[in-house]
């Protein structure tokens, strides 16, 4: 029962006593805030943009080195590989031609 009155008494006396807003209050208390409870900076965009570049890169990069490590030569030449009997086939008919006019 006592506690119940002294609760009755608090919150009465709580409910009666709204202080005035002081802004340079406000400001002291942020600062103290700030001195001894920081948080933690979001770094959600630099996270963001480091990920959206490193999908950018890593597949830009790889392109670019196998374009430079010589899979596209090694096309050209199976293309002249197939190529090459026909062109054969070519060369020893001019060679004939070449023969039958002397």
């Known amino acids: 029962m006592w506690s119940e009155e002294m ?15 002081d802004d340079k209050t406000w ?3 942020e600062f103290l805030l700030d001195k001894h409870l920081p948080q933690k900076r979001k770094r959600r965009g630099v996270i963001l ?5 490193l999908l950018i890169a890593v597949p830009g ?3 670019i ?3 430079s ?6 096309a050209e030449q199976k293309q002249q590989s197939a190529a090459t009997p026909s062109d054969e086939a ?3 008919q001019n060679m004939s031609l070449r023969l039958s006019r002397t």
Request: glycine letters at 14%; a neutral charge; aromatic letters at 8%.
């Open 7 to 21: 609760d009755n008494r608090i919150r009465g006396a709580a409910e009666n006593d709204t202080p005035a807003y």
């Open 27 to 29: 400001q002291g208390m």
């Open 49 to 53: 943009f480091a990920l959206l570049g």
């Open 61 to 63: 990069t790889y392109m």
């Open 65 to 67: 080195t196998k374009l």
């Open 69 to 74: 490590s010589g899979e596209h030569i090694v």
């Open 90 to 92: 070519g060369i020893k």
